[in-house]
């Protein structure tokens, strides 16, 4: 789960992005770079528009930043119709997908904004839904190609992690 990055100085305050590499805390106004954030090797830092975030990434688990609001509903109705058809014939191949997917989806539902962390299980299921959801109405894989794409890449990499 991302974590807001405090203001070094006043130790309350959130930062906030001024400029490209540059950052302002919302509070006592004192200035940081990029450099400054104490980032570990697991975490990424993830800029949103209201503020800085530092946010873990375990081995093999992807992040994905929407740019738009309507990004958490679009994956959220390929896994509500893959999981109201799944019965019959089965979309996920294992029973614990079922339960992935539920939660996943309640991920989204929480959190339209992003960015999220998904590990390759969630992203396993999640293209699965993509995948029935375009058979079954194939206008929607035309709503967000390059949000799709972007979710598909993840997976790709979530299957291949590199070694460090």
């Known amino acids: 789960m991302p974590v807001p990055i405090l203001c070094h ?3 309350s305050g959130r930062y906030q992005p001024e400029s490209p590499g540059t950052y302002r805390c919302r509070s006592c106004g004192s200035p940081a770079t990029e450099s400054t954030f104490p980032v570990e090797s697991d975490e990424r830092l993830v800029v949103p528009r209201e503020y800085s975030r530092s946010s873990p990434v375990p081995h093999g688990h992807q992040v994905i930043t929407p740019d738009r609001r309507c990004y958490a509903p679009h994956p959220g109705a ?3 119709l893959a999981l109201r058809v799944n019965r ?5 191949r294992q029973a614990e ?10 991920v989204l539902d929480a959190d339209e904004r992003g960015p999220w962390v998904l590990s ?16 079954l109405l194939p206008s ?11 979710i ?10 590199r070694a460090t």
């Open 9 to 11: 100085v006043c130790r």
């Open 97 to 106: 997908d079922v339960g992935t997917a539920e939660d996943l989806l309640s």
């Open 78 to 80: 390929s896994l509500i």
């Open 152 to 161: 598909r890449a993840a997976r790709t990499r979530s299957r291949h992690p």
């Open 120 to 135: 390759p299980a969630q992203l396993g299921v999640l293209t699965q839904a993509m995948d029935v959801r375009n058979a």
């Open 88 to 92: 019959t014939p089965p979309v996920f």
């Open 140 to 150: 929607a894989s035309r709503q967000y190609p390059d949000f799709d794409a972007e």
